[in-house]
């Protein structure tokens, strides 16, 4: 069988991380088995369609670097691929069901609908939708209907009795009792529109699509696309429902977890390469122990057999592993590329970067690096390098088991050490240093918290010496001053 897969997206929102997952194991796939992966727009929810949506659905493949043998843009021997331009393909498959007796127009109101509900709702219906009132209308009946001018929808005639089954390549048999399958659902609207169910089995089959990979949460729609192919006499392509993607609650993955819109993933600056590394392995794992793969390397080695049945986590901790890996594995001129537009955003640079602004950052780069594990913590990382953190809460930089007449022993003498200090390498001031402690009896780390805290306003900041070098003696000598002239304060308070 010549593979041919779909994503196919409805552009009424930014691209879920697990929509993306759908996109990435069809493409996977398709490469894998020298197939062909199409992309098709399923836009027939015009109250939700959205331009934004659609330029971001591009945007995110595009990102991904995932290109599409059919579909908008590229064209195809199938087109068009977009559904809004196939209505009267839709229209001529339903009026076909109606001429074999497997649908048939519905002329019910929306009041009269409503109605029907509040009664089941009322009454507590073991039964809960369509009546089919309209199923078993006479001609006559119907033609009354017509000349009143209602416009019908039309209505697939679901089997009252029976079952009806499917073989899913991840969950074996699927199968479901007629009664309980949707009764009798609209597949074509009266104004002319498809419904997903209609439009989705008709550009399967039109389209030769020979697998559909797509998300639990579509599977109670297996069944009712089974009878859709069966009544019009069409084989069905082989499913596979894939596993959800939950939260770490075992809910699944939403806004509450944290960002889901791949959007905001790369505002967050995570790297498309993790972003495909990580969602790769939601739902499927090479071996036991394998996780590091590069997108070139799941082209070919992608196959359904190793798709796991149980729910995927996403761990957001995980990602930023994922993330820190592939930030650290860039040459340093592509990591100030990516990292330059945050540092512009945060005003630290003017656009676009003056040449001693670009001799800034790529002497930042070897200071941070290694602790990225998103691009978008780079300002806040480096801010002190840029703004003077003039306040501070002073209690910042007594360390524990000192006092601040200690820590302004130690800070005057760390100001001793300074002159210079950017003529002699890491490790000897590091040795400078750590002879200071022993002189003053306390640890290295307490020697330096206060000189960092000072210089950064934080207990937390790059490489000490590094971040010192780039600031220059003087900067840092007044930056010292002033965290002397906190302590004095602080000492003259607690007395």
């Given at each position: 069988?010549?593979?041919?897969?779909?994503?196919?997206?409805?552009?009424?929102?930014?691209?879920?991380?697990?929509?993306?997952?759908?996109?990435?194991?069809?493409?996977?796939?398709?490469?894998?088995?020298?197939?062909?992966?199409?992309?098709?727009?399923?836009?027939?929810?015009?109250?939700?369609?959205?331009?934004?949506?659609?330029?971001?659905?591009?945007?995110?493949?595009?990102?991904?670097?995932?290109?599409?043998?059919?579909?908008?843009?590229?064209?195809?021997?199938?087109?068009?691929?977009?559904?809004?331009?196939?209505?009267?393909?839709?229209?001529?498959?339903?009026?076909?069901?109606?001429?074999?007796?497997?649908?048939?127009?519905?002329?019910?109101?929306?009041?009269?609908?409503?109605?029907?509900?509040?009664?089941?709702?009322?009454?507590?219906?073991?039964?809960?939708?369509?009546?089919?009132?309209?199923?078993?209308l006479t001609p006559e009946q119907r033609?009354?209907?017509?000349?009143?001018?209602?416009?019908?929808?039309?209505?697939?005639?679901?089997?009252?009795?029976?079952?009806?089954?499917?073989?899913?390549?991840?969950?074996?048999?699927?199968?479901?009792?007629?009664?309980?399958?949707?009764?009798?659902?609209?597949?074509?609207?009266?104004?002319?529109?498809?419904?997903?169910?209609?439009?989705?089995?008709?550009?399967?089959?039109?389209?030769?699509?020979?697998?559909?990979?797509?998300?639990?949460?579509?599977?109670?729609?297996?069944?009712?696309?089974?009878?859709?192919?069966?009544?019009?006499?069409?084989?069905?392509?082989?499913?596979?429902?894939?596993?959800?993607?939950?939260?770490?609650?075992?809910?699944?993955?939403?806004?509450?977890?944290?960002?889901?819109?791949?959007?905001?993933?790369?505002?967050?600056?995570?790297?498309?390469?993790?972003?495909?590394?990580?969602?790769?392995?939601?739902?499927?794992?090479?071996?036991?122990?394998?996780?590091?793969?590069?997108?070139?390397?799941?082209?070919?080695?992608?196959?359904?057999?190793?798709?796991?049945?149980?729910?995927?986590?996403?761990?957001?901790?995980?990602?930023?592993?994922f993330n820190g890996n592939y930030i650290r594995?860039?040459?340093?001129?592509?990591?100030?590329?990516?990292?330059?537009?945050?540092?512009?955003?945060?005003?630290?640079?003017?656009?676009?970067?003056?040449?001693?602004?670009?001799?800034?950052?790529?002497?930042?780069?070897?200071?941070?690096?290694?602790?990225?594990?998103?691009?978008?913590?780079?300002?806040?990382?480096?801010?002190?390098?840029?703004?003077?953190?003039?306040?501070?809460?002073?209690?910042?930089?007594?360390?524990?088991?000192?006092?601040?007449?200690?820590?302004?022993?130690?800070?005057?003498?760390?100001?001793?050490?300074?002159?210079?200090?950017?003529?002699?390498?890491?490790?000897?001031?590091?040795?400078?240093?750590?002879?200071?402690?022993?002189?003053?009896?306390?640890?290295?780390?307490?020697?330096?918290?206060?000189?960092?805290?000072?210089?950064?306003?934080?207990?937390?900041?790059?490489?000490?010496?590094?971040?010192?070098?780039?600031?220059?003696?003087?900067?840092?000598?007044?930056?010292?001053?002033?965290?002397?002239?906190?302590?004095?304060?602080?000492?003259?308070?607690?007395?």
């Amino acid at each position: 069988m010549s593979v041919r897969v779909r994503y196919a997206p409805s552009p009424t929102g930014l691209q879920h991380i697990g929509g993306v997952r759908t996109a990435l194991f069809n493409y996977f796939f398709a490469r894998a088995a020298g197939g062909s992966f199409i992309l098709r727009i399923e836009d027939t929810d015009r109250e939700r369609y959205s331009d934004e949506s659609l330029d971001d659905l591009y945007r995110t493949l595009d990102w991904l670097g995932l290109s599409w043998d059919e579909g908008p843009q590229v064209g195809g021997e199938y087109g068009p691929y977009v559904q809004s331009q196939r209505f009267e393909l839709y229209r001529e498959h339903a009026h076909r069901l109606v001429e074999a007796g497997r649908a048939y127009p519905c002329y019910c109101s929306s009041e009269r609908l409503e109605e029907v509900r509040r009664k089941q709702k009322e009454e507590k219906s073991s039964i809960f939708g369509y009546d089919r009132h309209c199923r078993d209308l006479t001609p006559e009946q119907r033609a009354e209907y017509e000349d009143q001018g209602i416009k019908p929808v039309i209505r697939f005639k679901v089997p009252m009795e029976g079952e009806t089954s499917f073989e899913d390549v991840l969950l074996d048999k699927v199968k479901r009792k007629n009664r309980d399958i949707s009764p009798d659902p609209v597949i074509l609207k009266s104004d002319g529109f498809p419904t997903y169910h209609l439009a989705n089995v008709v550009d399967d089959h039109l389209m030769k699509i020979s697998h559909i990979l797509r998300a639990q949460e579509w599977i109670s729609s297996g069944p009712l696309h089974v009878l859709l192919y069966e009544a019009f006499g069409w084989d069905p392509p082989v499913y596979c429902h894939l596993p959800m993607v939950m939260g770490k609650d075992g809910q699944k993955l939403s806004k509450r977890h944290g960002s889901t819109s791949v959007r905001d993933f790369r505002l967050q600056g995570y790297l498309p390469e993790a972003i495909i590394n990580y969602v790769s392995l939601l739902g499927w794992s090479y071996d036991d122990s394998r996780e590091f793969f590069r997108k070139e390397e799941l082209e070919k080695v992608f196959s359904l057999e190793k798709l796991n049945k149980a729910p995927a986590v996403f761990d957001y901790k995980k990602l930023d592993w994922f993330n820190g890996n592939y930030i650290r594995e860039l040459d340093d001129d592509v990591l100030q590329k990516q990292i330059r537009p945050y540092l512009i955003e945060a005003g630290f640079l003017s656009d676009p970067p003056t040449p001693e602004q670009e001799e800034l950052i790529s002497e930042i780069i070897p200071l941070i690096k290694e602790r990225l594990s998103r691009l978008a913590e780079v300002p806040e990382l480096v801010r002190f390098l840029f703004q003077d953190p003039a306040e501070y809460d002073a209690q910042l930089l007594v360390p524990k088991k000192t006092d601040p007449a200690k820590t302004m022993e130690m800070l005057r003498a760390v100001r001793g050490l300074i002159q210079n200090f950017s003529e002699n390498s890491d490790e000897e001031l590091e040795d400078e240093f750590r002879n200071l402690a022993e002189q003053l009896e306390v640890k290295l780390g307490q020697l330096l918290m206060p000189l960092r805290v000072s210089i950064t306003g934080s207990k937390v900041s790059p490489p000490l010496f590094g971040a010192m070098r780039i600031l220059g003696e003087q900067e840092v000598t007044k930056r010292i001053d002033r965290g002397i002239g906190y302590l004095e304060r602080l000492a003259e308070t607690n007395k």
